[in-house]
């Protein structure tokens, strides 16, 4: 009930951003929810309480998302804070239970709804070695060659599945497939991102530009804001790979890359 009630208030506070009273009611429901889930899932996990763990997991996960304002110099890709980074990180908790719950989980009223989440032409288990089926332009910013494993490297898996996104309608109705690729991100390709390596950063961004398109009141502000940040991050980069494929998402967010306003005022002076 504390979740269901902070998550509420919550969406309120967007709406009516000086109302003290929510903010004050926010603060205290969201405590409640983050003492008793944590205490929850640490210590009684079963088939009876899976339900309202994957609920509340959801709307932690959804509040963690939400930043309030547009702000790309708050990303975490201009600090040193590796919780700057718990947006995304926290996301990875509804896997934590269903690896704990998978045998109870046709018993789930949530049953329904993940498996509807699942796209017959999308493979999110797609671990195959080596280069086919991928942008040969990102696999070669990933140093990705045939030889290559999810194993050995940890872009690979996040850009097969970043791969199978593509083709998807850019718009709200594509959300249920997207939203799969954060939950799925596993530790390497963290540390990748903590470490600010470009690589990671670039499949990062993609996401970020088709996260976009969604228009969703707790996310379009966090996906603009990241996807900003990381092409203002990398828009002095000297490899000119890195420059070429930060133009898509640099046009889902609607940032003007620096090497691309260069070459405006040249096409101005012509």
Same mark, same amino acid.
């Given at each position: 009930m504390h979740?269901?009630i902070?998550?509420?208030t919550?969406?309120? =506070?967007?709406? #009516? &951003?000086?109302?003290?009273a929510?903010?004050?009611?926010? /603060?205290y ?14 210590t009684n996990?079963?088939?009876e ?7 509340v ?8 998302f ?9 990303s975490?890709?201009f ?7 718990n947006?995304?990180?926290?996301q990875?908790?509804?896997r934590?239970?269903l690896?704990?719950t =998978?045998r109870? #989980? &046709?018993?789930s009223?949530?049953?329904?709804v993940?498996? /509807?989440s ?6 999110f ?12 332009d990102?696999a070669?910013?990933c140093g990705?060659?045939e030889?290559?494993?999810v194993?050995g ?11 199978g996104?593509l083709?998807f309608?850019r718009?709200p109705?594509?959300?249920?497939v ?9 530790g390497?390709?963290?540390e990748?991102?903590l470490?600010?390596e470009p ?5 990062l /961004?993609?996401?970020?530009?088709l996260m ?6 707790w ?5 603009r804001?990241e ?5 203002m991050?990398l ?8 420059l070429?494929?930060?133009e898509?998402?640099a046009?889902c ?10 070459r405006?005022?040249v096409l101005?002076?012509?």
């Open positions: 979740a269901i902070a998550s509420a919550t969406h309120l =506070c967007t709406l #009516l &951003p000086d109302n003290k929510y903010r004050l009611a926010e /603060a429901h969201w405590q409640q929810t983050i003492n008793q889930y944590s205490t929850e899932v640490s996990i079963t088939r309480n899976m339900d309202k763990l994957y609920s997991c959801l709307m932690i996960s959804m509040h963690s939400i930043q309030e304002t547009f702000n790309p110099h708050a975490f890709v600090t040193t804070d590796p919780t700057a980074l947006w995304l990180r926290l990875g908790g509804l934590y239970l690896a704990r =998978c109870w #989980l &046709p018993q009223m949530w049953w329904t993940f498996m /509807a699942r796209d017959p032409s999308m493979d288990e797609d671990k195959r070695p080596g280069r086919v089926g991928l942008d040969p990102l070669d910013l990705i060659t030889a290559s494993t194993e490297n940890a872009c690979l898996w996040p850009l097969r599945m970043l791969m996104l083709p309608e718009g109705a594509s959300f249920r997207y939203n799969t690729w954060m939950g799925r991100l596993e390497p390709f963290y990748c991102l470490r600010k690589p990671a950063l670039v499949l /961004a993609w996401w970020l530009g976009c398109y969604v228009e969703e009141w996310v379009e502000m966090r996906v804001s996807c900003t940040a990381i092409c991050f828009e002095d980069s000297c490899d000119p790979l890195v070429r494929l930060l898509f998402p046009s967010c609607g940032y003007l890359l620096r090497h691309e306003q260069e405006t005022r101005e002076l012509e």
